[in-house]
C-alpha cells in the first residue's frame, strides 16, 4: 500500500519569506501527485496536480512543486508567502489500490502560519 | 454548477448511537469516496462507491457502512458510535477512478462530535 510522508508539521514564517514543503511517498508504480490546501473553516481545495510530462508544476496563487521520481517526493515551494497563504497543506498520492482501482492517500498535513 | 454537498454541516451524537451523514457529488460525476479527517490527522480513506457498490474500502471497521444511490448520492452510515469517532467526515466526488486522470472533489465536510 502507498504511503505518504510530509516532514514538518508546522511551519512558521514572515511574509515575503520563501516556503518549501516536503513530501515523500513510496509505491513503485505510476503515481498521480496532489497538494492540497485547506484554509481554516473552509474545505479542502487543490492547489496543484502532477500526472505526467513536465516534472515542475504550476499551480493556483503562485504554488509550484517539484516531482522527483529518483527520490520520491513531491516538494512544494512558492518564492514568497503572504499572509493569506496561512492554512494547512496536505500532499496526496492517487496510486493503484489491490482492488483495481485508483485511492488517494494523504499526508498527515503540515500547518503554515505566516506572520505579517 | 454546485460542488459537492454534505448534510448536516455539524451534528453531535453519544456513545452507542448511529448516524447517518448525507453527500451529493459535483454534476457529472459518478463515484463517490468518504473520508475520516481527524483533529490534526489528514483525511484517511475510509470507502468509495461506485455504481451503487462499494468497490474498495480502507481499513475501517463494519461499522461503517454506505450507500449509492441511482443519482449518484451517497449515505456513511456509523453504527455503535465511539468516542474516537469524532472527526470531519469528507465526501469527494469523480469520475470513474478505473482511469488514472481522475480529480477528486471534495466537499465542506460534516463534523461529528461523540459525547
Known amino acids: 500500500a502507498q504511503s505518504v510522508s510530509q516532514h514538518n508539521h508546522h511551519v512558521i514564517l514572515s511574509e515575503a519569506a520563501s516556503l518549501e514543503l516536503g513530501c515523500n511517498y513510496s509505491y513503485g508504480g505510476t503515481v498521480n501527485l496532489f497538494w492540497y490546501v485547506q484554509y481554516p473553516g473552509q474545505h479542502l481545495q487543490l492547489l496543484l496536480k502532477y500526472f505526467s510530462g513536465d516534472p515542475l508544476v504550476k499551480g493556483i496563487k503562485g504554488f509550484e512543486a517539484e516531482f522527483i521520481k529518483s527520490k520520491f517526493s513531491f516538494n512544494l515551494r512558492k518564492p514568497s508567502v503572504q499572509w493569506s497563504d496561512t492554512a494547512e497543506y496536505f500532499c496526496?498520492?492517487?496510486?493503484?489500490?489491490?482492488?483495481?482501482?485508483?485511492?488517494?492517500?494523504f499526508g498527515k498535513g503540515t500547518k503554515l502560519s505566516v506572520i505579517p | 454548477d454546485a460542488g459537492v454537498t454534505q448534510s448536516p454541516t455539524h451534528l453531535i451524537k453519544t456513545r452507542g448511537q448511529q448516524v447517518t451523514l448525507r453527500c451529493s457529488p459535483k454534476?457529472?460525476?459518478?463515484?463517490v469516496s468518504w473520508y475520516q479527517q481527524a483533529l490534526g490527522q489528514g483525511p484517511q480513506f475510509i470507502f468509495q462507491?461506485?455504481?451503487?457498490?462499494?468497490?474498495q474500502r480502507g481499513n475501517f471497521p463494519d461499522r461503517f457502512s454506505g450507500h449509492q444511490f441511482p443519482n449518484y448520492s451517497s449515505e456513511l452510515n456509523v453504527n455503535a458510535l465511539l468516542l474516537g469517532d469524532s472527526a470531519l467526515y469528507l465526501c469527494?466526488?469523480?469520475?470513474?477512478?478505473?482511469?488514472?486522470?481522475?480529480?477528486?472533489?471534495f466537499g465542506p465536510g460534516t463534523r461529528l462530535t461523540v459525547l
Open positions: 462507491y461506485y455504481e451503487e457498490e462499494e468497490r
Open positions: 469527494a466526488s469523480s469520475l470513474d477512478t478505473a482511469s488514472s486522470y481522475n480529480e477528486q472533489f
Open positions: 454534476s457529472g460525476h459518478d463515484t
Open positions: 496526496a498520492v492517487n496510486a493503484l489500490s489491490g482492488a483495481g482501482s485508483y485511492q488517494l492517500t
